[in-house]
């Protein structure tokens, strides 16, 4: 794989950099005052990867990897995006550099998209209607990261949510997420249905009796435990996934 996405890994990035006096040099490395930094496309991990080095008396020290993002030929631009998203962040919080906060309240909810399949934003409504105290955590994700990145999101909150409706195994609780996750999947767009199939085995692949729960709680959702079922042997060879759904 080419490296032609690293253009749009240094955009989501390059805000940050400036605004923090970081100056791009020739060899494409990032360098302040005290702190040399540089992203690099490891071809045979098929990452991408955020390096710092210190400076001092001006002499730049060896170069620490702080983060690691898997990226193969299956991602795109929009991914690309999220990995410059993820550096921005990686930079922030070991630089010791405080985040200038979007007021919470200034932050809006996602809506439900009245005509057409489920998106990814009517899918988010609907889960926030149903646990409204993810709710501020949504506005406080949105406001740390400047967007939505669901899939972070989803692995942060709704999977460890979705272990213990499972686990606890309340019918009436169980009930419901069950309708919900079914209903979405149903007539959600490609992009909600894969995210229902990801959230779902994560929570459950690993833990027999979730499993058998799940399996017992959707006999009658016939389309949605199937995908679920083809999708279980599937999901621990996806680093990308497992790395952002199982925390």
């Given at each position: 794989m080419d490296n032609r996405y690293y253009d749009n890994v240094i955009g989501e990035?390059?805000?940050?950099?400036?605004?923090?006096?970081?100056?791009c040099l020739d060899d494409g490395s990032f360098k302040s005052q005290d702190k040399q930094v540089k992203v690099e496309y490891d071809e045979a991990r098929q990452m991408?990867?955020?390096?710092?080095?210190?400076i001092e008396d001006g002499v730049v020290s060896e170069y620490n990897e702080v983060s690691a993002w898997l990226f193969d030929d299956s991602q795109n631009a929009?991914?690309?995006?999220?990995?410059?998203?993820d550096f921005a962040a990686t930079l922030r919080e070991n630089l010791g550099i405080k985040i200038k906060r979007a007021v919470s309240t200034d932050i809006e909810l996602p809506s439900a998209n009245k005509s057409g399949s489920l998106t990814m934003a009517g899918f988010t409504k609907k889960l926030l209607d149903i646990f409204p105290a993810f709710k501020d955590s949504y506005k406080e994700h949105v406001a740390h990261y400047g967007q939505y990145l669901y899939l972070d999101f989803l692995g942060e909150y709704f999977v460890p949510q979705l272990k213990n409706v499972f686990t606890v195994n309340d019918k009436k609780q169980v009930k419901k997420l069950v309708e919900f996750l079914g209903d979405s999947f149903n007539k959600g767009d490609r992009e909600t249905v894969n995210a229902v199939l990801a959230v779902t085995v994560a929570a459950i692949y690993n833990d027999d009796a979730i499993k058998q729960n799940f399996f017992m709680a959707t006999e009658n959702e016939k389309y949605y435990l199937e995908a679920v079922k083809n999708?279980?042997?599937?999901?621990?060879?996806?680093k990308k996934l497992v790395s952002l759904l199982v925390k």
């Open positions: 990035m390059q805000s940050f950099l400036d605004e923090n006096n970081f100056k991408y990867l955020l390096k710092i080095a210190g929009k991914d690309a995006a999220s990995v410059g998203v999708f279980i042997p599937v999901f621990p060879k996806n």
